[in-house]
T-cell receptor, first 114, second 110 residues
Framework: NAGVMQNPRHLVRRRGQEARLRCSPM?????VYWYRQLPEEGLKFMVY????????ESGMPKERFSAEFPKEGPSILRIQQVVRGDSAAYFC????????????FGSGTRLTVV | SQQGEEDPQALSIQEGENATMNCSYK?????LQWYRQNSGRGLVHLIL?????REKHSGRLRVTLDTSKKSSSLLITASRAADTASYFC??????????FGTGTRLTIIP
């Protein structure tokens, strides 16, 4: 059981480029969550998805950020026209059925915008 | 904000001692969870305690929950160097997503 797989582990983008972060949930998990973490801070919720549906995107910035979890393939967090302030660690987590079982986290993608 | 807050922000103890971290939150919860994060890594789920439970154990971990005070504590007994990490509490308010606190940085001194 491979757990939650995130790639890439590290991503460097120039200002104005697009960043695409991928997350494959744990086998059997149908709930996916994306969080952002700045250095020395806690995790900030971004979006909660189930297959082909966005359930809660209350933590997503209104512009430039989007997320999807298609019927086939990984969940994607997409950041268009990146700015320096987007530099952070982005973590994906999955769970079986909501939060009654706890989350399994991936190792994260560290995005650096130069 | 519904975010939990851990206390203290940082804690250093000698190996073998017990470490206690506290978490406070603001609204009613379905459950509260504790996670560990080693530097540069993802979070690892440690323990989940439901709102109708008062205490839970897992190995050297003991979690208590006081819903009247809206607080929880995590006790790590007989600490080891490998316990050095950041510890986060996370709360579920019934809307599926978890809200994380700011964390306690625990350092175990060999």
């Amino acid at each position: 059981n491979a757990g939650v797989m995130q790639n890439p582990r590290h991503l460097v983008r120039r200002r104005g480029q697009e960043a695409r972060l991928r997350c494959s949930p744990m086998k059997g998990h149908s709930h996916v969550y994306w969080y952002r973490q700045l250095p020395e801070e806690g995790l900030k919720f971004m979006v909660y998805l189930q297959k082909e549906n966005i359930i809660d995107e209350s933590g997503m910035p209104k512009e430039r950020f989007s997320a999807e979890f298609p019927k086939e393939g990984p969940s994607i967090l997409r950041i268009q026209q990146v700015v320096r302030g987007d530099s952070a660690a982005y973590f994906c987590a999955s769970s079986r059925s909501g939060t009654n079982y706890g989350y399994t986290f991936g190792s994260g993608t560290r995005l650096t915008v130069v | 904000s519904q975010q939990g807050e851990e206390d203290p922000q940082a804690l250093s103890i000698q190996e073998g001692e017990n470490a206690t971290m506290n978490c406070s939150y603001k609204t009613s919860i379905n459950n509260l969870q504790w996670y560990r994060q080693n530097s540069g890594r993802g979070l690892v789920h440690l323990i989940l305690i439901r709102s109708n439970e008062r205490e839970k154990h897992s190995g050297r971990l003991r979690v208590t929950l006081d819903t009247s005070k809206k607080s929880s504590s995590l006790l790590i007994t007989a600490s080891r160097a490998a316990d050095t990490a950041s510890y986060f509490c996370a709360t579920n308010f019934g809307n599926e997503k978890l809200t994380f606190g700011t964390g306690t940085r625990l350092t175990i001194i060999p």
